[in-house]
């Protein structure tokens, strides 16, 4: 299933398909556990308008798509901090997670990173991203309603 999945860089002529797919997953998977003040403010900044501001300002965005369906999301701001990584349910688990972060970092150290990388991950999302390689560095943390915990990612060597 993966195997004909392909993974492009992100346009603003896709912010919608990306703002409707990252709130979709963010409804089901994330913003249950905030407050009322935290869903309104985290599902705000999914909207068209903030994507395409994103798309066209200092983020790299990697669709990864299987035909014409939508299956990821990735976004890196500052060439540093991963902004989303999102995969569709019916992906999960399969392994496009680490083909994103791949791609990510890749062309993030190609293009002058020096090997250290943050996320702020949702609780639902850690386990995946220490698979990755992701370690904690504070404890949980909540700003505006919403929950978050730091990490990071410091490639060896």
Known sequence: MV??????????????RISNFVTALSE???????????????????????MARRLAGDFRFYLAEDGEGLAGVAAIRSNTHLYYLFVAKPYQGTGLVRRLWSRVKEDSLALGNRGRFTVNASNYAIRAYEKLGFRRTESIREQNGVLYNPMEYVVAG
Do not use: Q
């Open 28 to 50: 089901e998977f994330i913003v249950a556990e905030f407050t009322a003040e935290g869903r309104t403010h985290f599902l705000g900044e999914l909207s068209t308008t903030e």
């Open 3 to 16: 195997s004909n999945i392909t993974i492009r860089r992100g346009a603003v002529p896709d912010a919608d």
